[in-house]
């Protein structure tokens, strides 16, 4: 069993920047891929990025490429997500995952789930 904790939302300006973090727990064996969803009101829950074991692969949907960056600290459990040049679309409540490389095709195939962080971004 993994835990994740998410950390970092909030209150941002359009073009402000905000990391997220997720501190996950349980299995240390912890070689998951570990990755952000966000999901908006009566929207579905899309996947934003996701980071392989140990760190050697990236994946991002389009909508973030370039402004968003994904990375771990596998000493930590830790994984990040640091989001800049923030647009008012990116507002959302943001879904740390663990699984496999599988996610990015959809939500459905994440192993578990953070409990979410809101994001807001003011126009």
């Known amino acids: 069993q993994v835990q994740l904790v998410e950390s970092g939302g909030g209150l941002v300006q359009a073009g402000g920047s905000l990391r997220l973090s997720c501190a996950g727990s349980g299995r240390t064996d912890n070689t998951y891929t570990m990755g952000w969803f966000r999901q908006a009101p009566g929207m579905e829950r899309d996947f934003v990025a996701a980071i392989t074991w140990p760190g050697r692969n990236t994946y991002y949907a389009d909508s973030v490429k370039g402004r968003f960056t994904i990375s771990r600290d596998n000493a930590k459990n830790t994984v990040y997500l640091q989001m800049n040049s923030l647009k008012p679309e990116d507002a959302a409540v943001y879904y740390c995952?663990?699984?496999?490389?599988?996610?990015?095709?959809?939500?459905?195939?994440?192993?578990?789930w953070g409990q979410g962080t809101q994001v807001t971004v003011s126009s």
């Open positions: 995952a663990a699984g496999t490389p599988a996610m990015r095709v959809g939500f459905q195939l994440v192993d578990y």
